[in-house]
């Protein structure tokens, strides 16, 4: 099993929704990410999970919760977004650093959309 | 700081016209060059790793390269499949784990 599994592939929300966004991998790796990619850019990295711990906060604003609640399943809780938070959101696992941290294997994305 | 860039942005080629994609970068220390390949709406799909000058790794109709300053993805005979986004990546010793830069991407499109 090699694949990554995002849901929702969509999802429309208002601004003062609460939603959230998952993610799962059955590969055993041991750092999962997400990604914003915004349309013709290149992926953003805004939080990093080793075994399990929040590694890597790319200053990302609060109204974005990351959560590991184990070494298969990713999530990102979503509040009171803003429009300019729509973009395509990505996760992705790869082994721990051993220098192959930059084979990322990617999930197909939830496409956000802020009203 | 780290840069990666791409050329050109957008590639058009006819189906069998080969040619090569460049991404030249700046870093303080290489810790490895990654290509994907991104179809429109879709996450980034993992191609190939190089790690020194030298190295050359191929998968089908793809062959990437490394030097000290870029890496080439060289198309041979590319077929309409081949259509995408291929994005370049580095990871910098000088920088955290973990972070990648990516460039900007080609986009290529491969007429029939």
């Known amino acids: 099993d090699t694949e990554v599994t995002q849901t929702p592939k969509h999802l429309v929300m208002g601004m003062t929704n609460k939603k959230s966004l998952k993610c799962e991998q059955h590969m055993g790796h041991r750092a999962m990410y997400w990604y914003k990619q915004k349309a013709k850019k290149p992926p953003e990295l805004m939080f990093v999970y080793s075994y399990e711990k929040l590694s890597i906060n790319e200053s990302v604003p609060s109204r974005f919760s990351p959560e590991c609640p184990n070494s298969s399943l990713l999530n990102l809780h979503l509040h009171a977004l803003q429009p300019e938070d729509s973009a395509l959101y990505l996760c992705a696992s790869s082994q721990v650093p051993s220098g192959s941290e930059g084979e990322l294997f990617f999930g197909e994305g939830s496409r956000l959309t802020v009203l | 700081e780290d840069q990666v860039t791409q050329s050109p942005e957008a590639l058009r080629l006819q189906e069998g016209e080969s040619s090569s994609l460049n991404c030249s970068y700046t870093v303080s220390g290489l810790r490895g060059l990654f290509w994907y390949r991104q179809d429109p709406g879709k996450g980034p799909e993992f191609l190939f790793t190089?790690?020194?000058a030298g190295e050359e790794k191929e998968k089908e109709r793809l062959k990437a390269t490394l030097t000290k300053k870029e890496s080439f993805l060289h198309i041979t005979a590319p077929k309409p499949e081949d259509s995408a986004t291929y994005l370049c990546?580095?990871?910098?010793?000088?920088?955290?784990?973990?972070?990648?830069?990516f460039g900007k991407g080609t986009k290529l499109s491969v007429i029939p």
């Open positions: 190089l790690y020194s």
């Open positions: 990546a580095v990871a910098d010793s000088g920088a955290g784990s973990y972070q990648l830069t």
